[in-house]
């Protein structure tokens, strides 16, 4: 199993990011894709996750409304997007596969990370 | 949303120690409790689900216990690599929620 994610980004505030996760190595629609970032002081915050098959998501209440999961079955890949940005989102994002088909269970493989800056 | 405390902060040991670490839920979770490890420059890595069940490839001094509302990681016999960040995080209920961590430091 392998999800390899897109690279680093720099973007102004104010703008959105958008994140790919390509995934390898299993059935994609079949387990979950979670989100996660790595946030101040190197704690790790859950973002949300999709259940591919379906393509019903939940959202962390930090994050709803600004951000959107997304994924093209074709191509074995999610996406993240996240909106509005500001300064305290500059971090490393995270997607990682859920274990279990019908999560959500654990985060069993995780993807290299992105590096997100953002500045004026 | 679940609240995962973490003690200690940071743990100093010497390689070959044991090193027990605490995870505690502001409410109860049952067993939905995972652990997983954080070197630095890489992702996490998932050691230990549901309480107590090793992940795949994980070494046996890597242990998890615990229920309800308080849960532990032991690791015996600390080895070089061990040295790393540890968090727990809860599956119990949406939103999930990670611990804020605890360092294993080397002595």
């Known amino acids: 199993v392998q999800l390899v994610q897109s690279g680093a980004e720099v973007k102004k505030p104010g703008a959105s990011v958008k994140i790919s996760c390509k995934a390898s190595?299993?059935?994609?629609?079949?387990?979950?894709i979670h989100w996660v970032r790595q946030a101040p002081g190197q704690r790790l915050e859950w973002m949300g996750c999709m259940y591919l098959g379906s393509g019903d998501t939940k959202f962390s209440p930090n994050f709803q409304g600004r951000v959107t999961f997304t994924r093209d079955t074709s191509t074995a890949t999610a996406y993240m997007e996240l909106n509005s940005l500001r300064s305290e989102d500059t971090t490393l994002y995270y997607c990682a596969r859920d274990s279990c088909s019908a999560g959500p269970c654990s985060m069993i493989d995780w993807g290299q990370g992105t590096l997100v800056t953002v500045s004026s | 949303e679940i609240v995962l405390s973490q003690s200690p902060a940071t743990l100093s040991l010497s390689p070959g120690q044991r090193a027990t670490l605490s995870c505690r839920a502001s409410q109860n979770i049952n067993n939905y409790l995972s652990w997983y490890q954080r070197r630095p420059g890489q992702p996490p890595r998932l050691l230990i689900y549901d309480a107590s069940d090793r992940a795949t490839g994980v070494p046996a001094r890597f242990s998890g216990s615990g229920s309800g509302t308080d849960f532990t990681l032991t690791i015996s016999n600390l080895e070089p690599e061990d040295f790393a960040i540890y968090f727990c995080q809860q599956r119990a209920k949406w939103p999930l929620t990670f611990g804020g961590g605890t360092k294993v430091e080397i002595k």
């Open positions: 190595g299993y059935t994609f629609i079949s387990y979950p």
